[in-house]
């Protein structure tokens, strides 16, 4: 693999580890110091490995200078403080040399201390899934504007205030204790399950970004389920969400670009293993007397992986989709609620509660209404169709809608 390859495949990977490591190591107040340590030791690298070649074990030749960047930081500062700005306020004289822990134990507690940080209750849910995208997961301005469909200029104000909020509320990177574990992860959770939506259903160009978004959610969910204070039930249950959703990713796309509806995908390209995983997880997630949104989800994704139509499969999800919208209403939920009632009772039933829903700002709602009047009024589902193309906002919307107003 040539160096232009290597760097960014090893920045996805070990510009997060490295960044947790001295952000921890330096404390909240000097994130930014961390992050730009990190940076700086992949400039190195680009540079280096140009024309010496590529180190026999890259990644211990970025942790090697990562760690001699962040020690010259550490005298740097020591010195500034106490020559220059005549302050013995920081936490070492200038001849310290500081424990830099680069092992994977302490890379993945400091990740794990990390992601409860940017997730702190403090700071807005777009701040936490931007914070957890530039810090946790690598992700530059530009890409985490384009996930959010936003500009630079948002996203740099936006992470700024966030940082600021954090450092205003002296947050320490750290574990949460027990008691306070419990009263945090359903923040954590709410980000992880956003930023892997953000990707499964992004309206972004960037297939590759939308892909990345969930792969990193899913990386994060990893962290929690393998540390014995954090692999609660809930977080098996996003991540058995994830594995199901994720299993079907190959087959949500054509050719061309094109979304391809459930119904019409090619379950050959499922992701068995994934679907493996996701059952061992939901199992998990069973353990205890807790049932949260992410159980109902996990359970409607599950019957999903069985392709074939039974009464059973749609009555099941039917009923899972009633018990999520008395914990949490949305309007993906009730739409999805009004399909699986079609396929559970027939179009006819469930035409009279999808137009109780009046979504009437939502293309995906008259995309339901296009599929429910199909068989009954040709005329009537060509109209909602023409409708859902009017408000799809990306070519490939507009492309799929289009296709089906032609068949029809």
């Known amino acids: ?239 058995a969400l994830m594995c199901f959703h994720s299993s079907r990713f190959k087959a949500r796309k054509n050719d061309n670009g094109e979304f391809v509806l459930y119904q019409d995908q090619d379950e050959t390209l499922w992701d068995r293993e994934l679907i493996t995983k996701g059952v061992k997880l939901l199992r998990q997630a069973s353990q205890g007397n807790e049932l949260s949104k992410y159980h109902l989800e996990a359970s409607i994704a599950f019957w999903h992986t069985i392709k074939e139509d039974t009464r059973e499969k749609w009555d099941n999800i039917l009923r899972l989709y009633d018990q999520l919208l008395l914990i949490e209403y949305s309007q993906i939920a009730a739409l999805n609620r009004t399909y699986a009632l079609a396929k559970a009772r027939g179009n006819a039933e469930a035409i009279p509660d999808a137009k109780k829903l009046n979504l009437v700002n939502n293309h995906f709602y008259f995309i339901l209404l296009g599929d429910l009047y199909k068989d009954i009024d040709k005329d009537e589902a060509k109209e909602n169709l023409r409708k859902a193309l009017a408000l799809a906002k990306t070519s490939t919307d507009k492309q799929t809608i289009q296709k089906r107003i032609d068949q029809l």
């Open 1 to 239: 693999m040539h160096t232009e390859e290597l760097i960014p495949h090893l920045f996805r990977t070990e510009y997060s580890r490295i960044t947790a490591v001295l952000g921890k190591l330096f404390g909240f107040e000097q994130i930014e110091a961390a992050e730009d340590i990190a940076s700086e030791t992949f400039l190195s690298a680009l540079e280096t490995w140009s024309f010496k070649g590529i180190p026999e074990n890259p990644t211990a030749w970025l942790y090697a200078v990562a760690k001699n960047k962040a020690r010259n930081y550490v005298k740097r500062k020591s010195l500034f403080n106490e020559k220059i700005a005549g302050q013995i306020n920081y936490s070492a004289p200038h001849d310290w040399e500081p424990d830099i822990d680069l092992s994977d134990k302490h890379i993945t507690d400091s990740q794990l201390a990390m992601l409860f940080v940017v997730c702190h209750p403090s700071i807005s849910v777009e701040s936490q899934i931007g914070l957890a995208l530039r810090i946790l997961c690598g992700f530059g301005i530009e890409e985490i504007a384009d996930a959010f469909l936003t500009t630079k200029e948002t996203i740099n104000k936006r992470l700024f205030r966030a940082r600021e909020t954090l450092r205003r509320d002296h947050v320490k990177i750290e574990l949460p204790g027990e008691a306070e574990i419990d009263k945090r992860l359903a923040a954590v959770l709410t980000t992880l399950y956003l930023l892997f939506s953000e990707g499964y259903y992004s309206e972004s160009q960037t297939p590759v970004l939308r892909e990345d978004l969930c792969q990193e959610a899913m990386r994060l969910a990893y962290l929690l389920v393998e540390n014995e204070q954090t692999n609660k039930p809930p977080v098996n249950a996003v991540l």
